[in-house]
């Protein structure tokens, strides 16, 4: 792959982890209590795509606004709406605030708002693969 090509796809990805990021902050501050365990996992994501510590302090610091996520892939849009998933899961307590949150989120990623309790009815009954295969059939 060209240099320029590269240094694109890898500019793109770090705005598609940077939006990702930007929501599971605002996502984890929902119910008013950022918990030390949804930290921890936005740091492991970010970790994972190689995404640097300081660019995710700063997004805890000053969260972007949430634009419009059309533009994104279906599996990225699952992946987000996964991720969201877990966050709302990680602390063993679901909130009102975080339900409505992500319901909002699963609009903009062009999903019917009624998948988040598609998860939340199926989050633990079923495997990963499961769910996206009905989530991408059944409420886009």
């Not at 495997?127 to 059944?138: F, M, P, Q, T, W």
């Amino acid at each position: 792959m060209p240099f320029f090509s590269l240094f694109q796809a890898t500019v793109a990805m770090d705005i598609v982890t940077k939006k990702q990021l930007n929501i599971l902050i605002q996502l984890a501050e929902a119910d008013k209590h950022f918990a030390k365990i949804e930290r921890e996992l936005i740091f492991k994501i970010a970790r994972e795509r190689k995404f640097p510590e300081a660019d995710v302090m700063e997004l805890i610091r000053n969260p972007e606004p949430i634009d419009s996520l059309g533009a994104l892939s279906a599996d990225q849009k699952f992946d987000y709406l996964m991720s969201t998933m877990e966050l709302v899961f990680i602390d063993q307590n679901v909130f009102e605030s975080e339900i409505i949150f992500s319901k909002n989120i699963a609009i903009k990623l062009g999903f019917k708002k009624s998948v988040i309790d598609y998860f939340i009815e199926n989050y633990e009954k079923k495997s990963r693969a499961e769910i996206r295969e009905i989530v991408l059939k059944e409420f886009v």
